[in-house]
């Protein structure tokens, strides 16, 4: 049995086919795309559990797709990958949503804590 449905959109395949191979080892059911459309199509049908994705993408950034998750799907739970720092990120918000951010590079063991604590609501250490 799936421990959670996890949607990832990157335009970077070689992230897209890491995040696969790592979160179906760990039990999750993985949904890809490199692209926005496909993302909000799964979103507005309420598929996921929660949504990874890059800060920056074609014709989508971080502060953008927040704002459009919330009102399709308010309580979707987000993970953004980036190069950028946290904070960068972070004044680019004008949201107080609960954000989860998990810099790169990052490992195997980051990624699988990250998800299970956003899942599950569980501190991982």
């Known amino acids: 049995m799936p421990a959670g449905s996890i949607l990832v959109a990157d335009d970077d395949t070689a992230i897209r086919t890491v995040l696969n191979q790592a ?4 039990g999750y059911e993985v949904r890809l ?6 993302l909000w199509r799964w979103v507005s049908q309420g598929e ?6 890059d800060v920056v993408m074609p014709n989508m950034d ?14 979707m739970k987000v993970i953004f990958i ?3 720092t946290e904070d960068a990120f972070r004044q680019r918000l004008d949201s107080d949503s609960e954000i989860h951010f998990l810099p ?3 490992s195997f ?3 699988a804590g990250k ?11």
């Open 23 to 26: 979160l179906s080892r760990a």
């Open 33 to 38: 795309t490199g692209n926005a459309a496909t």
């Open 48 to 53: 996921g559990d929660l949504v990874i994705t």
């Open 62 to 75: 971080g502060p953008a797709l927040i704002r459009e998750v919330r009102e399709i799907h308010p309580d």
């Open 82 to 84: 980036s190069g950028y």
């Open 104 to 106: 790169k590079p990052f």
């Open 109 to 111: 063991k980051q990624l």
């Open 115 to 125: 998800v299970k604590e956003v899942i599950s609501g569980e501190t991982v250490l």
